[in-house]
């Protein structure tokens, strides 16, 4: 089964089983990710699913749309592969997709 690597606050690493049609957000909080809040629901209203991707598979989703984007800015800890992790759709062939989870704030 395809796999996503969850890097976690605490600095543990995590591999969650991925299944197509949920979002990297749903399936770290399937999972039980510590401190994924994910509060809106993946409304795209709350920042609290935001986590940096590995740059070597940042590019392999569509850009951001401009409410994500902003939501992004709100964030003191923004960096180039930011994302809100409900915002990011699972597709098989992202097997190994490594994504840190972003401190609060
Ligand atoms: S869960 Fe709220 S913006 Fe992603």
């Known amino acids: ?3 996503l690597i969850v890097a ?3 600095g543990d690493e995590l591999t969650i089983d991925a299944r197509p049609g949920r979002s990297v957000m749903e399936l770290m909080r399937d999972y039980g990710v510590p401190d994924l ?4 629901g993946g409304s795209r209203s709350c920042a ?3 986590v940096w ?3 070597e598979f940042a590019g392999r989703f569509p850009a951001p749309v401009e409410d994500e984007d902003e939501l992004l800015d709100s964030s003191s800890h923004r960096k180039p592969t930011s994302r809100l ?4 759709q699972w ?3 992202l097997d190994g997709l490594r994504v ?4 609060d704030g």
């Open 48 to 50: 609290t699913c935001h």
């Open 53 to 55: 991707v590995d740059a």
């Open 1 to 3: 089964m395809p796999k």
């Open 37 to 40: 809040l994910a509060l809106c």
């Open 8 to 10: 976690t606050r605490a």
């Open 91 to 93: 597709s098989d062939d």
């Open 85 to 88: 992790s409900c915002q990011l």
């Open 100 to 103: 840190t989870l972003a401190p």
